[in-house]
């Protein structure tokens, strides 16, 4: 269901915001994916 698929997206985002290290570690991967 839609619904479901977006509070789960959402929790994420919420649990990324509170969350520096993972923050920091998803950063560090994205950028060495790009360079």
Do not use: N, S
């Amino acid at each position: 269901m839609l619904g479901e698929d977006k509070a789960e997206i959402f929790e994420a985002h919420i649990m990324l915001l509170e969350d520096e290290d993972l923050q920091q570690e998803i950063t560090k991967q994205i950028t060495e994916q790009l360079v």
